[in-house]
């Protein structure tokens, strides 16, 4: 039994390994080990994750022992900011969760086009989502430029 709820200020610590952990085991079988460090390396300003808690709406999946198993973040102008699942939690609906909550919320808020910087990784369930490729791009992670997709969703009403 998974529950989304919004995270709090005192998830950062949890969030933190959870995403370092994701990155560096779930992302490298698209990206090299050298890329997935860099990347991961990004969450290790702790100040960085208090002001992402701030700008944009986190939520955490949590499962019945109370771990944090996945979380994702929006802004009000449908930009979904990150979208991680633990690595011991992968293809177990988690993502699929969240993304639920997510639109749910773009809707309450009027919200009519989602848009997000996806990994290699992460594009095939987006599209399952229903987003679409816009553009491939290479974006700064730490100190190396990775290979990711700006994808968007048109959500109808």
């Given at each position: 039994m998974l529950v989304v709820r919004d995270a709090t200020v005192a998830d950062?610590?949890?969030?933190?390994?959870?995403?370092?952990?994701?990155?560096?085991t779930v992302n490298r079988k698209d990206y090299s080990l050298e890329e997935v460090e860099d990347w991961a390396s990004c969450g290790d300003d702790i100040n960085h994750l208090y002001a992402q808690l701030t700008e944009h709406r986190y939520m955490v999946a949590v499962n019945d022992q109370n771990i944090i198993v996945g979380f994702a973040s929006i802004n009000d102008n449908g930009y979904i900011h990150v979208m991680f699942v633990h690595k011991d939690f992968q293809r177990q609906g988690v993502a699929?969760?969240?993304?639920?909550?997510?639109e749910q919320y773009a809707r309450e808020k009027g919200i009519n086009r989602l848009t997000s910087e996806v990994s290699i990784t992460a594009r095939p369930f987006f599209e399952k989502q229903g987003f679409i490729v816009d553009k491939e791009q290479k974006r700064k992670a730490n100190q190396l430029c990775l290979t990711n997709y700006m994808m968007s969703k048109l959500l109808e009403y």
């Open positions: 950062i610590p949890e969030i933190q390994k959870l995403y370092q952990d994701t990155v560096l699929l969760l969240l993304y639920q909550t997510i």
